[in-house]
T-cell receptor, first 114, second 116 residues
Framework: AQKITQTQPGMFVQEKEAVTLDCTYDTSDPSYGLFWYKQPSSGEMIFLIYQGSYDQQNATEGRYSLNFQKARKSANLVISASQLGDSAMYFCAMSLTGTYKYIFGTGTRLKVLA | GAVVSQHPSRVICKSGTSVKIECRSLDFQATTMFWYRQFPKQSLMLMATSNEGSKATYEQGVEKDKFLINHASLTLSTLTVTSAHPEDSSFYIC????????????FGPGTRLLVL
């Protein structure tokens, strides 16, 4: 069965430092997509970054990068130069082939300290 | 691009009434829309998938007669919570994807429903 695991319920990081949020996945499909979303306290889900299973290079979007290690089935999110506004819940998700449905991890709450 | 709106953002209703939530893709045609439910401090739970012009596909355990979904156009899907009860109180959030967006879903801002 397909599954997404986020083992860090909460993380702290000092402002301006980098932080890595862990995500591992399990699937037998060769084709899948991996996503990270940010959910601030307002509740909206903000799309951050996408990695396709066939992509050779790690995805990057501004201060966000995805450390994709296919053999380990991990898709960790790296946020560089953390800002106070990065404090939020972060969800890792995987798309299911052929349906476009997502399965989500349980999330990691990130708190950036001044 | 890829903006999704949701209305209302917050609703309080009495037990037994029905509540309609609208989800609109503002700048793209949404081939598929998804409805999720999120309880406090939990992850998102997919309720149903809707494609324009066809019946919604509900996830296991979701009552289709309780949560009516209509995807009448490529930019609008509605979720109606019928005969709402306090246990239906939750955060409901929709997402949409278009063919040009491939797999990526863009989410609305969510609706907080409180049933008294």
């Amino acid at each position: 069965a397909q599954k997404i695991t986020q083992t860090q319920p909460g993380m702290f990081v000092q402002e301006k430092e980098a932080v890595t949020l862990d995500c591992t996945y399990d699937t037998s499909d060769p084709s899948y997509g991996l996503f990270w979303y940010k959910q601030p306290s307002s509740g909206e889900m903000i799309f951050l970054i996408y990695q396709g299973s066939y992509d050779q290079q790690n995805a990057t979007e501004g201060r966000y990068s995805l450390n994709f290690q296919k053999a380990r089935k991990s898709a960790n999110l790296v946020i560089s130069a953390s800002q106070l506004g990065d404090s939020a819940m972060y969800f890792c998700a995987m798309s299911l082939t052929g349906t476009y449905k997502y399965i989500f991890g349980t999330g990691t709450r990130l708190k950036v300290l001044a | 691009g890829a903006v999704v709106s949701q209305h209302p953002s917050r609703v309080i209703c009495k037990s037994g009434t029905s509540v309609k939530i609208e989800c609109r893709s503002l700048d793209f045609q949404a081939t598929t829309m998804f409805w999720y439910r999120q309880f406090p401090k939990q992850s998102l739970m997919l309720m149903a998938t809707s494609n324009e012009g066809s019946k919604a596909t509900y996830e296991q355990g979701v009552e289709k007669d309780k949560f009516l979904i209509n995807h009448a156009s490529l930019t609008l899907s509605t979720l109606t919570v019928t005969s709402a009860h306090p246990e239906d109180s939750s955060f409901y959030i929709c997402s949409a994807r278009g063919d040009w967006l491939q797999e990526t879903q863009y989410f609305g801002p969510g609706t907080r429903l409180l049933v008294l």
